[in-house]
């Protein structure tokens, strides 16, 4: 089969690739740009370990295919740190052991992310019910709730 | 008998909560975790596998396959080594099926070609025929005379006479005349529970990349619970010398016992050495539902006598556990837990190790002691009932201490079951007003807890840092309290040690990570090689000083004359010591290599508060708390968050999660989707308290924490659905349509 | 001698006993000791067993001792997720 020529833009910098019409955002970001922070827990948008944006908005990535990238822009857990600077988030997901194994957390950094861009000062039920669609099952999501509402709460009063 | 050299006070480090040091490349996506990997040259792989729940495989042609452009290679179980025996047997088998598939998703051949897809769409053409057979998935019928045979001569010697061929292992313990022990009570109840099998549901599928040659020397990456255990079975089914391969364990996105098991490590292995390429193999989540560790599913008869002021006098129960295709469910520790929380004069307990059509049961965190509470738990929660006792205050009657005989036997060391029933006892939880329609649960868990052979090694750097190798894959923080151990013991700062999984070459053997061991064991080792280095150091201050080394003793990160009379000499830091070591005897390593025993056990209390929907069956959790035993929390936070993880899973186990099969055999719910674990949106927050009773087998006290978390939460819930709804569940989960069928019987009558 | 307290699922294994008496100094003799006086228990050994010596579950060290009053409990072979 013959493959696809895309042009996308992924944490601000423009890439090409070639592509299989069947594959991924997630196949294309994993496996063609080495970019592996975002992870295939599922395939079939279960999971939400692949969560990116895609032009601002939260996708699953394992459900985009690479050719829909084209002209897009992507954003990625490597996307979002500041250099050597951390993301509030970051900080306080390492600080409240709000991972044990790590596998979900890209996924849920990004979902985090987006959600409080959208509403920096949501309630506890608005982001369990955000974060519904990316599972961990280390946690029992207890840190992951806190380090959220805590990181909201310092970046409104830093605003 | 406690360890003479126990520490059980005055830490400055332990018992902190400092930064993991991993956190950065977790939380920046820079880990690598089993599927990150590549390799020049590398290849894709996927497993062909068998869609019948029993059928026998009468020839695989993989002709049209191999013609596809981009495969390189196809193996079948022929590719593998011949001539096994006993458990390795099992896993071969298990990993590559000979002559009969054994359940929906056994794997009968591998594709290796240059893109997944390519391998994806080369598997499709491997043709399989089969000749179906008859097959059997559920326990009881699995035990039926008239059941199809899994595999005839599987038995071992524990079973007795006229058992079904199903039935492969037989347990049975307990002391007392439990007869005896009925007739004294005044009230006796007996019933019947069953679980469902549930999976592990590590959001990181199993992953790896094996290299090969034709020399017999290979490398493999992997994520793994215990890479010398894959090393160890990859070279035996391969037929290669363990010491030719190099096993490396990548980050390990989840595995509470289901990374415990090997399932794809040989096959990449086996393609490797077929093409002469690197092989990457991921299994898809499907294949993960399917051909990966479940637990047992379980059916079980209990049957408890009490009299009227909570005294148990007689505890009884019958467990029989499917484990899938092989032998190994857990029925002799299901048996062994299911009344251990209990100090009781009669107890029976007998467990039967069953085969059926389907994936080999793999451990799940606390393996078999969550369903024997579940049911032990709901029987003692109806008796308090109808006795009008107070479900704590009934435990505490019974509960077991120092000093008695459990109900597997020996008799317990120190331990802390009543210290977690007082603590919840006088929780706020316990006594807060409940809303109308909700209801309050608990239970109590027990976990037995491993030791296991354990090696480390902490070598020192010439700046003062050190740089701590250890053998169990880190899991949920384990760096951290490694990091802690060995900064208490050096007296540097928590900062200054990088501590490393070692890969199989670097390491003497390490068992796998599992029976909560890593704290205790590899925590034990930490301890132990840090006081070798520390010895060390003291050696070398003492021939500087030109003084004896019992003169010198360790303080604060400090060389130190031991009293007056040893000399006055100015306190020698570490980084002093080390910088010219090279000089003064050579490289400062401090080693541990044993196999630490007396992990001790954990016992564990939780309360809860469920509301039932009566209008959809719905079970809400609208309150959690978890009281346990830790021992000593090395890193509180973390050992907070094995509690909250095992507790969410519990909760999952109980309301939910379940392997649904069709009359076809055929899993019907291989997917996130329709296997349903709790979401955010699902549970509530998880309080937690620690309880800190030490066990005497480990230099600071620590048990291990990360298992009996899951075994109250079934029955917790269960009785909190009882006190909520007026209903007794006794068949997991308890999902919306078995309440609603509970809620429409008590309705009819 | 040491008593060795057997899992009575064992006692069909060992002449209808469930407890044995053996000579040994460590964990290693008791299992010795229990295949030489009811070689029946062979396999059941082989199959992976624990040794709980005065309530301290040995899982697999053959080297820890064992003293004549020690109570000591044959158990199965723990196995943890
Ligand atoms: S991998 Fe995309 S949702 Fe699971
Ligand atoms: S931390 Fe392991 S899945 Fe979330």
Request: with cysteine.
């Amino acid at each position: 089969m013959s493959k696809i020529h895309v042009t996308t833009t992924v944490n601000g910098d423009e890439v090409e690739f070639l592509c299989d019409p069947r594959e991924t955002v997630l196949d294309v970001l994993r496996d063609r740009l080495g970019m592996t922070g975002s992870k295939e827990g599922c395939g079939t948008g279960d999971c939400g370990a692949c969560s990116i944006t895609l032009d601002g908005r939260l996708v699953c990535s394992c459900l985009v295919l690479g050719a829909e990238a084209e002209g897009r822009e992507i954003e990625t857990v490597e996307g979002i740190a500041t250099g050597e600077d951390l993301h509030p988030l970051q900080q306080k997901f390492i600080e409240y052991a709000a991972l044990q194994c790590g596998i979900c957390t890209p996924g849920i950094l990004v979902a985090t992310k987006a959600l409080l861009e959208k509403n920096p000062d949501p309630t506890e039920t608005e982001v369990r019910y955000w974060l519904a669609g990316n599972l961990c099952r280390c946690t029992g999501y207890d840190k992951i709730i806190r380090a959220v509402m805590d990181t909201a709460a310092d970046m409104r009063e830093a605003s | 008998m406690a360890l003479d050299n126990m520490k059980t006070t005055g830490f400055t480090q332990v018992g902190t909560t400092p930064n993991r040091p991993d956190g950065l490349d977790k939380v920046t996506g820079r880990a690598r975790f089993g599927a990150d990997v590549t390799a020049p040259g590398m290849l894709h792989a996927v497993i062909v596998r068998s869609p019948h729940a029993h059928a026998r495989i009468k020839r695989i042609d993989t002709s049209k396959a191999e013609a596809l452009a981009g495969v390189k290679g196809i193996v079948t179980r022929a590719d593998f080594a011949t001539g096994l025996t006993g458990e390795n047997w099992n896993i071969l088998e298990n990993v590559m099926a000979s002559d009969t598939a054994l359940y929906d998703g056994h794997a009968v051949a591998a594709v290796a070609a240059t893109s997944a897809l390519t391998a994806r769409d080369a598997a499709k053409l491997v043709e399989v025929e089969y000749e179906i057979l008859p097959h059997v998935t559920d326990v009881d019928k699995a035990m039926a005379p008239d059941a199809p045979v899994i595999r005839a001569g599987a038995a071992d010697g524990s079973v007795p006479e006229g058992q079904h061929p199903n039935v492969v292992r037989y347990h049975e313990s307990g002391h007392g005349d439990v007869q005896a022990g009925f007739d004294e009570a005044d009230l006796v109840i007996e019933d019947h529970f069953t679980t469902e099998a549930t999976h592990q549901g590590y959001i990181e599928p199993h992953a790896c990349l094996g290299i090969l040659g034709g020399d017999g020397k290979g490398e493999l990456w992997c994520c793994t619970q215990g890479h010398w255990n894959v090393q160890k079975i990859c070279a035996a089914l391969l037929g290669l010398e363990t010491a030719n391969l190099r096993v490396t364990a990548s980050e390990i996105g989840g595995g509470f016992g289901g990374k415990t098991a090997v399932f794809i490590e040989p096959v990449a292995l086996a393609l490797a050495r077929k093409t002469n390429k690197p092989v990457k193999l991921v299994m898809p989540r499907a294949d993960v539902f399917k051909a990966t560790g479940p637990t047992a599913s379980t059916s079980m008869d209990i049957k408890i006598g009490m009299k009227k002021d909570g005294t148990i006098t007689a505890a009884q129960g019958v467990f029989r556990l499917q484990g899938g295709a092989f032998p190994g469910a857990p029925a002799d520790m299901t048996a062994m837990c299911a009344f251990a929380p209990y100090a009781l004069s009669n107890v029976h307990q007998v467990g039967y190790d069953v085969m059926s059509n389907r994936p080999k049961q793999a451990a799940y965190r606390a393996p078999g002691s969550p369903m024997a509470a579940f049911a032990v738990e709901s029987v003692i929660d109806e008796l308090c009932g109808q006795l009008g006792l107070d479900p704590i205050e009934v435990r505490l009657k019974n509960a077991s201490k120092e000093g008695t005989k459990a109900s597997y036997g020996p008799t317990f060391q120190r331990i802390g079951l009543v210290e977690t029933l007082e603590a919840a006892k006088a929780h706020p939880h316990y006594s807060a007003p409940l809303k109308p329609g909700q209801g309050r649960g608990i239970s109590c868990g027990f976990w037995f807890n491993h030791g296991g052979e354990t090696a480390v090694s902490l070598a020192l750097s010439e700046d003062g840092t050190a740089q701590l190798a250890v053998g169990t894959p880190d899991i949920g923080g384990s760096r951290a309290s490694m990091a802690l151990m060995a900064a208490e013991e050096l007296g540097i700062p928590y900062e200054n040690i990088r501590v490393t999984i070692a890969d199989t070459a670097t390491l003497g053997y390490n068992e796998v990570s599992h029976g909560s061991r890593v704290t205790y064991a590899s925590g034990l080792a930490t301890i132990e090689a840090a006081r070798d280095a520390v010895k060390k150091l003291c050696g070398r201050a003492a021939a500087k000083w030109g003084i004896p080394e019992d003169a010198v003793k360790w303080e604060n990160g400090c060389a130190v004359p031991s009293g007056p009379n040893a000399g006055d000499f100015d306190p020698l830091p570490m980084a002093e010591i080390t910088a010219n070591m090279g000089a003064t005897g050579g490289p400062i390593v401090g080693h541990f290599e044993a196999t630490p025993e007396g992990a001790g056990v954990s016992f564990a209390t939780h309360i809860v508060d469920a509301e039932v929907d009566p209008e959809t069956g719905k079970t809400s959790v609208v309150r959690y708390t978890v009281v346990q035993d830790a021992g000593k929390a090395i890193h509180p936070t973390y050992v907070e968050g094995q509690f909250q993880g095992g507790a969410a899973q519990g909760i999952g186990w109980a309301l939910n999660e379940e392997y649904i099969y069709g009359d076809d055999g055929r899993l019907q719910n291989a997917l996130f989707l329709d296997y349903r674990i709790p979401v955010a949106s699902d549970l509530p927050m998880i309080d937690t308290v620690i309880i800190e009773v030490p066990n005497p087998g480990h230099p600071y006290g620590v048990r291990g924490v990360g298992e009996t978390s899951i075994c109250p939460p079934l029955a917790a819930i269960a009785n909190a659905v009882s006190a909520a709804a007026a209903v007794r569940l006794r068949q997991l989960p308890m999902s919306p349509p078995r309440i609603l069928e509970a809620l429409e019987q008590k309705r009819d009558g | 001698m040491v008593e060795v307290n057997l899992w009575s699922g064992l006692r069909p294994l060992a002449d209808g006993k469930d407890k044995v008496e053996v000579e040994a100094e460590t964990v290693g003799e008791v299992l010795s000791g229990l295949v030489q006086a009811h070689p029946g228990l062979q396999d059941a050994i082989d199959a992976g067993v624990s040794v709980a010596v005065d309530g301290r579950v040995i899982a697999s060290s053959l080297t820890e001792p064992v003293k004549p009053d020690s109570e000591v409990f044959l158990m199965q072979r723990l196995k943890g997720g």
